[in-house]
């Protein structure tokens, strides 16, 4: 089964989840995401690849609120990236 999760919405609830091997035995193994589309390559213990394609409703960036200006750009993203790690990280040090 793989879960797919929006980590500056909510880090506890996927958002989709989809199964990718038939039999209860198989287990996944590699996961590869591909950096232009919105595609995530799935292997499997018995060497079976599975290609998942992200929902366009997936895709949809949130609307914007009114009277509120939404910041764009990769340095947005990246801050978002950094401030989810940041919180990782904290967990690992205070065990």
Avoid: W
């Amino acid at each position: 089964m793989a879960h797919v999760f929006d980590l500056a919405v909510n880090k506890y609830e996927a958002i989709c989840n989809q199964p990718v091997v038939a039999k209860k035995k198989n287990k996944l193994t590699h996961v590869q995401f591909n950096p232009i589309h919105p595609i995530i390559i799935v292997g499997d213990d018995h060497g079976h690849i599975t290609c998942l394609k992200l929902s366009p409703n997936l895709r949809k960036m949130p609307k914007e609120k009114k009277g509120q200006e939404v910041q764009k750009g990769p340095a947005v993203e990246i801050a978002k990236l950094d401030k989810l790690l940041n919180l990782v990280r904290e967990v690992k040090t205070k065990t």
